[in-house]
Nanobody, 116 residues
Framework: QVQLVESGGGLVRPGASLRLSCAAS????????MTWVRQPPGKGVEWVSS????????KYKDSVKGRFTISRDNAKNMLYLQMNSLKPEDTAVYYC?????????WGQGTQVTVSS
């Protein structure tokens, strides 16, 4: 069964860090471009970051550049998003999927709440 499971979210104060994980099962992410997207409360889904299948190129939404780092471990079938210097506007449910087209069923996401 092809599945994506996101984890690592939580409630943190501004300036804190979190590391999100995306565990893929039922298929290998090796060679597959992957992405993180998020859905802020009451808003639509927005793209956050993407990484090529071999990890050679990464791309970021302007508002997260310099704060977020996407990475992958193909051997472990895992995708990560290291988020530093978190801001209240980063509050959202975060999801992973393939890129540029989200070809897999969405996971449950992981909630990130940044609040003082």
């Amino acid at each position: 069964q092809v599945q994506l499971v996101e984890s690592g979210g939580g409630l943190v104060r501004p300036g804190a860090s979190l590391r999100l994980s995306c565990a893929a099962s039922g298929f290998s992410i090796s060679g597959i471009h992957m992405t993180w997207v998020r859905q802020p409360p009451g808003k639509g889904v927005e793209w956050v970051s993407s990484i090529l299948g071999d990890g050679s190129i990464t791309k970021y939404k302007d508002s997260v550049k310099g704060r977020f780092t996407i990475s992958r471990d193909n051997a472990k079938n895992m995708l990560y998003l290291q988020m530093n210097s978190l801001k209240p506007e980063d509050t959202a449910v975060y999801y992973c999927n393939t890129w540029p087209t989200e070809r897999l069923s969405w996971g449950q996401g992981t909630q990130v709440t940044v609040s003082s």
